[in-house]
């Protein structure tokens, strides 16, 4: 998981400053629990933490991890709106340019059928109409 919040803060500035300090600080929290967990219940040979000391350290890393993804997914979502805005305002502009090149084209070639074959502006109507 650390090694994906560094990835994703390497191209982000603004997610490298609120992302960076918190998952340095929950990296110390899963070491140290890690450590506790070795040192007191797997490679002890008696029991002699309180299960509810355990399961308090446990639960204070848990815990702290959980608000850690939740900060990561607020600023993620926050990115990816931003993103998604740039994105549609390039769509909107590159559609804008599309009707406009398509209006001049076509004014163009009404120009170029006035100049090249200007009798048959009448063709289709009643000769006897006047």
Not at 8 to 25: D, F
């Amino acid at each position: 998981m650390f090694r994906q919040v560094g990835i994703a803060t390497q191209s982000s500035p603004g997610m490298n400053a609120v992302l960076n300090s918190q998952a340095q600080s929950s990296h110390a929290a899963v070491t140290a629990t890690l450590a506790l967990a070795e040192r007191e219940v797997i490679s002890a040979q008696a029991l002699k933490l309180p299960a509810v000391d355990c399961f308090d350290a446990f639960t204070r890393t848990i815990d702290g991890l959980f608000e850690s993804n939740a900060q990561a997914m607020k600023v993620l979502v926050g990115e990816l709106q931003t993103r998604l805005y740039v994105q549609y305002r390039a769509g909107i502009l590159l559609a804008l340019l599309m009707v406009s090149g398509l209006a001049a084209t076509s004014a163009d070639l009404g120009v170029c059928a006035q100049r090249h074959w200007p009798d048959q502006q009448g063709a289709g109507r009643d000769p006897r109409s006047g």
